[in-house]
């Protein structure tokens, strides 16, 4: 197995694909052999254009291609986990974009599809792969910054394409599901534990930009979550504000500052202040999408648990679905009282 490369096929041309066709052809282990559309030609035109051997003209057909490993479903959130338990249950392996599901019952599908067949699945969140986010948890865990207090997070950035899915609530739209989920999964992976409680607030698209398109989901989100040992995490997304990211983790004898916690580049700098000294510490990155690609073919070659297990994932799931309850209710949500469904 270990010699052996890895073909992947690609569930739809959705704009993401272009981050994850490069990494994986410059992968020994992987390749892009097929893409799927909704329509023959428009499989034959985004074929030609990134030079993919194979289109195909429906998922399905994807799915029967029997030299098919790894299919990678960067489909609408809602459509996650039909369309993932499908290709399961098809025989592939399955890398599935963030995030994972839009309920906690879709996850626990999913990962019952994973264990009847055996197969892998995983949750693309590509910052977890980074050497920057490694570092970052190595001096949280190594003490440097003392007793864990407070971790602050933003992911904003300005969203104007009119029809777009984010927008509308049916499809699991809303800037929480969408780059809400990466705060809120850097935090949890920080402090190694799920919050106790959480509390959030939304400002909904319908009210306020009908003219956009919105359909109902949330293009302002803010939560605060609370966990063991007097740990709080606060975070803030959106589609209305101009592009913000970032993550400080703050101690009892210092605090770390993260300019770029989500899309880290191939060199990257974190600012660790202890006292009135502030000490840059560089790390030479990789191509941000390459290290989920190789996690997988670990996966599948060797049978290794995936960096982001599905315990993790569903746990995101939760945290996300009792916040949007909060901010539905305008009241806190003690976590292991949401509703699976």
Not at 2 to 23: D, E, F, K, Q
Not at 42 to 50: F, G, H, P, T, V
Not at 115 to 133: C, D, S, W
Not at 262 to 275: D, H, S
Request: with cysteine; charged share 20%; proline share 6%.
């Amino acid at each position: 197995m270990a010699g052996r490369v890895l073909n992947w096929g690609l569930l739809s041309t959705a704009r993401i694909n272009r981050a994850l066709i490069p990494p994986i052809n410059a992968s020994k282990r992987n390749r892009v052999l097929a893409v799927a559309s909704r329509g023959q030609s428009s499989a034959d035109a985004y074929a030609r254009e990134w030079k993919i051997p194979r289109a195909h003209g429906t998922y399905e057909a994807l799915l029967a291609d029997p030299e098919i490993d790894i299919i990678y479903n960067p489909l609408p959130n809602h459509l996650h986990a039909e369309w993932t338990i499908k290709a399961l249950r098809a025989g592939k392996h399955v890398l599935c974009e963030k995030p994972l599901a839009l309920t906690l019952a879709e996850v626990d599908a999913m990962s019952a599809a994973a264990r009847e067949t055996g197969k892998a699945l995983a949750e693309a969140f590509m910052y977890r792969h980074h050497p920057q986010t490694l570092k970052v948890k190595e001096i949280v865990d190594n003490g440097a910054l003392g007793k864990l207090q407070l971790i602050k997070g933003s992911f904003t950035f300005n969203l104007t394409r009119q029809g777009n899915f984010r927008f509308q609530k049916e499809t699991g739209g809303g800037s929480i599901w969408d780059v809400g989920c990466y705060p809120i999964s850097y935090a949890r992976m920080l402090v190694g534990a799920e919050p106790l409680e959480v509390f959030g607030w939304q400002v909904m698209g319908a009210a306020l930009s009908l003219s956009k398109g919105a359909g109902g989901a949330d293009m302002t989100f803010v939560g605060q979550m609370r966990f063991a040992n007097d740990v709080h995490a606060q975070f803030d997304c959106g589609f209305q504000s101009p592009l913000r990211s970032f993550m400080e983790i703050v101690g009892s004898e210092g605090s770390l500052a993260v300019p770029r916690p989500f899309k880290p580049g191939r060199n990257e700098k974190i600012f660790l202040t202890r006292g009135d000294k502030t000490e840059t510490i560089r790390i030479p990155g990789q191509q941000l999408y390459l290290g989920e690609v190789e996690d997988m073919a670990d996966a599948v070659l060797f049978g290794r648990p995936p960096r982001v297990t599905l315990a993790d994932s569903r746990a995101n799931v939760a945290a996300i679905v009792a916040l949007l309850e909060s901010a539905r209710t305008g009241k806190p949500i003690l976590l292991g009282s949401v509703d699976p469904a």
